[in-house]
């Protein structure tokens, strides 16, 4: 399944980021804590060049917490200031101003020397779509703000939000990259819901998924589904025929019957990814740090 979407107006946004980054301080990565490599847009460390950056490991109330402690340390060796949130609850959200603060302490200091001390420090919030970067901005500034929409003609991006007196955050809207590198890319960011579900086969997606957690977490697999034990999976048969088959046992417990008594995957396919997205498999992280 080669996942891929890129629609014009991310590569309009990308122009943006171009061109609004002389007036920003630092860079603030929004990533997908369940998926931190594939959530983190490649072309990001070419566009803003130079620009001290924060990383934000975002819902991390639903990625599993030492495989975030490791992605924190991670990113921390490489140099990046590291925050984990989870946006919706506000949890870890309170940190923000102080990281940046942190990241930046020379170039504050600096200006302290000139007797600038009062200057605003301007951070540019970048991110993939749905990984929660409106609620994150509106849990910084504490308020309802508009959201930087990522469809085309609605062009709400490129505005600041002000934080306090002495912090300004720049929105982008959501977006994505013209070419995933790997076909796990694209699937991870199809399972989190990052790439919009109308523009794929949410069966296939589905039959993908329930093979990858029937190697990754089988154990919440026959939990969520009832299932007495995941059916031996054939040498020669591949992942997604495999995944087919556990859709239709799934399918056949929670009873979701078309005419003729076939089983209604579809459906079924849609409501695993539903309930991994809304943690109903509880706190998984798709992947590790190499
Ligand atoms: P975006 O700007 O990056 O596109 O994402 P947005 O903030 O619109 O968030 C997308 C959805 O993800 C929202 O849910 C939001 O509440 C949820 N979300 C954001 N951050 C987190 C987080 O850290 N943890 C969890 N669990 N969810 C988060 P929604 O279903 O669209 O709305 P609602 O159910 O919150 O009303």
């Known amino acids: 399944m080669n996942v891929q979407w890129y629609p014009g107006h991310m590569a309009k946004t990308r122009r943006l980021i171009g061109e609004r980054l002389r007036q920003v301080d630092a860079v603030c990565e929004i990533l997908d804590a369940r998926i931190p490599a594939s959530s983190r847009n490649p072309d990001v460390a070419e566009l803003t060049a130079g620009k001290p950056r924060l990383i934000v490991l975002n819902r991390a109330d639903q990625s599993d917490p030492d495989a975030t402690a490791q992605w924190g340390d991670f990113f921390r060796a490489r ?39 009062g200057r605003v420090v301007r951070v540019m919030v970048l991110g993939i779509p749905n990984v929660g970067k409106s609620t994150f901005i509106n849990r910084i500034a504490g308020r309802n703000v508009a959201k ?118 579809e459906r079924m396919a849609k409501i695993l990814l539903d309930e991994y997205r809304a943690g109903k498999l509880g706190r998984l992280t798709l992947e590790l740090p190499e």
């Open 79 to 117: 140099g990046f200031a590291v925050l984990a949130t989870d946006a919706k609850s506000g949890r870890g959200a309170g940190k923000f101003a102080a990281a940046v603060r942190e990241l930046l302490a020379d170039k504050l200091k600096a200006y302290a020397d000139k007797g600038q001390s």
């Open 148 to 265: 930087a929409e990522d469809r085309p003609g609605v062009t709400r991006a490129g505005q600041w939000v002000p934080v306090d007196k002495r912090l300004e955050l720049l929105d982008t809207p959501g977006i994505l990259w013209p070419k995933f590198g790997d076909e796990t890319v694209g699937l991870h960011l199809a399972f989190t819901g990052a790439v919009k579900d109308e523009i794929l086969d949410t069966e296939t997606l589905g039959c993908h998924f329930m093979a990858y957690l029937s190697e990754a977490a089988p154990e919440r697999l026959r939990e969520a589904y009832k299932l007495p034990e995941l059916p031996p999976r054939d040498a020669a048969e591949t992942g997604i025929a495999y995944g087919f088959r556990l859709l239709q046992d799934a399918g056949r417990k929670r009873g979701f019957l078309v005419s003729g008594g076939e089983i209604d995957t």
